[in-house]
């Protein structure tokens, strides 16, 4: 098993799969490939969940095993979040590579405003996508630009940690769900006892942890976290479906304070077909953006806000970038008329630039 782990990373696999039916398979550039060999069976599977699994407790729970989350690492290769679920029956694994190296913003080539968004000293940051979109490596990048620039506590709740920090100007505590805390919820409740600046929580689940975080953002801390959303005015309408109908006005009026910024994200094929190209919607707090979120009947118009603040505050909107992405070679029309919000509208802005 580790040696097949060892040659997914070296063949740039994103994402390592071991299913019964089927050999091993590997994700690269966003295409699932599979490699030249027997296909895995039942028993092939249970042991490599055996091996993943660290848990004793759960490892004597193999055969009545759902769905488990948890981490792994392969030292001097890398770590990987892994996912043992059941299927037809029998136990599959599917692994994300997660590099030994924590990304910096300008390894990922982000934009420069990310930095200024990063260096918030309070309120709430929330990086959103589909699974899979890159929205935790753009998180510790920015956990890392903060970790370089300022003296202060972070405190990250993760399931299960993925990028491994090392204090560098700040003090950072990483709690994992089901080893060091048993929710986010919970976790979060705890959080604001434990003397922290910046506070990541991996996911918005539920109502409980993200009233908590809007209360701790409120409170002067800075926060960070993801939703599975599409782009801004998504986040927004998702944050308030988390809420009773007669407290969105109130919820509006939260986070038209508290919210500093959205960033969206969409992994898009390189024209290469060697790689994947990130395409990025950004939201920064203005006053116009806080009157839009505000209104009900203004919120669903926000792109046209965002994209009118490229040049002064450093957002954009996904057709915007779309079009830079095409126009430097990096990803082909194809690719962004696909992804474009309104394909009809993205082709005719594109003449028009």
């Not at 948890?70 to 599917?94: H, K």
Request: no cysteine; net charge neutral.
């Amino acid at each position: 098993m580790n040696k097949l782990l060892t040659y997914g990373v070296q063949n740039g696999a994103s994402d390592i799969h071991f299913r019964p039916g089927d050999p091993p398979t590997f994700r690269v550039a966003g295409v699932l490939r599979p490699i030249k060999g027997d296909k895995l069976g039942p028993t092939h599977t249970r042991q490599i969940a055996l091996n993943v699994i660290s848990n004793v407790a759960m490892q004597s729970q193999a055969d009545t095993l759902q769905e488990y989350d948890t981490s792994y690492t392969l030292a001097g290769v890398a770590r990987f979040r892994v996912n043992v679920y059941r299927q037809r029956g029998s136990l599959a694994v599917v692994l994300r590579v997660i590099p030994t190296e924590v990304p910096t913003l300008e390894s990922l080539r982000l934009p420069p405003i990310l930095k200024a968004v990063a260096s918030n000293e309070r309120g709430l940051i929330l990086v959103t996508g589909s699974t899979g979109a890159g929205k935790s490596t753009t998180l510790a990048a920015m956990v890392d630009h903060i970790n370089r620039n300022d003296s202060v506590h972070i405190l990250t709740i993760e399931d299960p940690i993925e990028f491994m920090h090392r204090n560098i100007r700040s003090s950072i505590s990483q709690r994992e769900i089901g080893y060091d805390t048993s929710d986010f919820a919970a976790a979060m409740r705890s959080a604001l006892r434990q003397d922290p600046d910046v506070i990541l929580v991996g996911e918005m689940r539920d109502h409980e942890t993200v009233d908590i975080a809007l209360k701790a953002a409120e409170t002067g801390h800075l926060v960070l976290s993801t939703l599975h959303t599409t782009d801004a005015v998504k986040t927004i309408n998702r944050l308030l479906s988390f809420f009773p109908g007669d407290e969105h006005s109130a919820v509006r009026s939260r986070l038209s304070e508290a919210l500093k910024a959205t960033i969206s994200q969409r992994l898009l094929p390189r024209a290469d077909g060697q790689s994947m190209a990130l395409a990025m919607e950004i939201l920064v707090q203005t006053k116009t953006v806080q009157e839009y979120i505000l209104d009900p009947a203004r919120t669903s118009t926000l792109k046209d806000v965002i994209e009118k603040g490229r040049s002064t505050y450093g957002m954009q909107s996904f057709d915007q970038h779309l079009s830079e992405l095409f126009k430097t070679g990096v990803i082909t029309i194809e690719t962004a008329r696909a992804a474009a919000s309104n394909p009809a509208d993205f082709e005719r802005n594109l003449a028009y630039e």
